[in-house]
C-alpha cells in the first residue's frame, strides 16, 4: 500500500471514529470521549492537505519548477505542525478550564463506563495507523507524512487520556474526576512538542538548511571515490520534500579530453544517487588542474 492509500484509509478512518466517539460521547454524558471525536475529525483536514501535497510533489518539473515540486510537501509537513501544535493548546486549555471547575467543585456527572470502550477501540486503531503510516513514510522521505504520522498518534494518545478519565470518573467518584483534566492537560504538552518539531523541520528545508554534516561528509567521500577525482568541495545540499539536491566541484587532470572529464563528471552523479535515489538533483561543477611532476 503506498502513501496515497494510507492517507485516505486514515481519511477515512478518521471520519468514522470521530463521528462514533462524538454520538457515543453524547449518549454517555462523557466530555472527555465528545472531545476526543472532535480531535479525531480534525484529523480529516491533516489527511486532505498531505494528501494535496503529495499530489502536487509528485507532478514532474516544468517551466516554474525546474527542481521538481518537492516543496510542496514541506509546505504540508508545515501545515500539519501548526495544527498539531494548535490542537494541543485548544487540548491543554480545555483541560485546565475543566480542571479549575472540579477544584472549584464544580465536578460534572460521571459517564457511563461503555464510552470507556469507545476511547479504547481508538486507541487500537489510532496506534496501528502510527505504525503503518509512519513506516510509509520513513520509506518513502516524505516529511509530510511522517507528520501525519504523528498526528495519528497525538490522536491516540488524547483517547488513552479520555480512556483514562472516563474510567476514573466512572469508578473512582468525584475526587478523581480531575484526573481526566490532569492526563488531558499532559497529552497535550505533548502534541504541542510534536508539532513545534514538525514545524521547525519543515521551516529549516524550506530555509534550504544543508543536509546533516555526516552526511555531506559521506558525499564528499563518495566523491573522492571516484577515479580520476581529487579535492572535491565547494559542496552545497538542500532537501526538496522527498528529494536531496547536491552541488559539488572537483578537480581533474586538466590534459585529458572533455568526453574523459564528462564520464568522470557522470560517474560522480551516479555515485551520489546511489545513495540517495534516482530523483536526486545533481549539480558538478569540473576545475582542470595539473598534476606535479612524479620525481
Not at 513506516?135 to 497525538?154: E, F, K, Q, T
Not at 572535491?232 to 528529494?243: A, D, M, S, W
Not at 566541484?249 to 590534459?255: C, I, L, N, P
Amino acid at each position: 500500500m503506498n502513501v496515497m492509500h494510507i492517507t485516505l484509509t486514515g481519511a477515512v478512518l478518521n471520519c468514522l471514529l470521530g463521528g462514533v466517539k462524538i454520538a457515543l460521547g453524547i449518549l454517555a454524558g462523557s466530555r472527555a470521549l465528545v472531545a476526543d471525536g472532535f480531535h479525531s475529525l480534525s484529523d480529516l483536514i491533516t489527511d486532505g492537505a498531505v494528501l494535496l501535497g503529495l499530489h502536487a510533489a509528485s507532478r514532474p518539473p516544468d517551466d516554474n519548477h525546474a527542481f521538481g515540486h518537492g516543496r510542496y510537501e514541506t509546505v504540508s509537513a508545515l501545515f500539519v505542525g501548526v495544527l498539531l501544535a494548535g490542537a494541543g493548546v485548544g487540548i491543554g486549555w480545555d483541560a485546565v478550564q475543566s480542571a479549575l471547575g472540579s477544584l472549584a467543585g464544580d465536578a460534572p456527572p460521571p459517564p457511563r463506563l461503555y464510552a470507556a470502550g469507545a476511547a479504547f477501540v481508538s486507541i487500537l486503531v489510532k496506534e496501528g495507523l502510527y505504525q503503518v503510516t509512519r513506516r510509509a513514510g520513513i520509506a518513502s522521505g516524505s516529511p509530510a507524512v511522517a507528520a501525519n504520522a504523528w498526528h495519528h498518534r497525538s490522536d491516540a494518545l488524547s483517547s488513552l487520556a479520555a480512556f483514562a478519565g472516563i474510567v476514573a470518573a466512572a469508578l473512582l467518584g468525584p475526587s478523581w474526576r480531575i484526573m481526566d483534566s490532569l492526563a488531558a492537560a499532559l497529552v497535550a504538552v505533548l502534541i504541542i512538542g510534536v508539532g513545534i518539531k514538525t514545524s521547525v523541520l519543515a521551516i529549516r528545508e524550506m530555509t534550504d538548511v544543508a543536509l546533516p554534516g555526516e552526511e555531506c561528509q559521506r558525499i564528499l567521500e563518495d566523491v573522492a571515490a571516484v577515479p580520476g577525482v581529487s579535492d572535491p568541495h565547494n559542496l552545497k545540499t538542500r532537501k526538496l520534500g522527498t528529494t536531496v539536491a547536491v552541488e559539488v566541484h572537483f578537480r581533474v587532470d586538466g590534459s585529458i579530453t572533455v568526453d574523459a572529464g564528462h564520464l568522470i563528471a557522470t560517474a560522480v552523479e551516479a555515485r551520489i544517487k546511489d545513495r540517495f535515489g534516482e530523483d536526486t538533483r545533481v549539480i558538478t561543477h569540473v576545475e582542470p588542474w595539473k598534476p606535479l611532476p612524479s620525481g
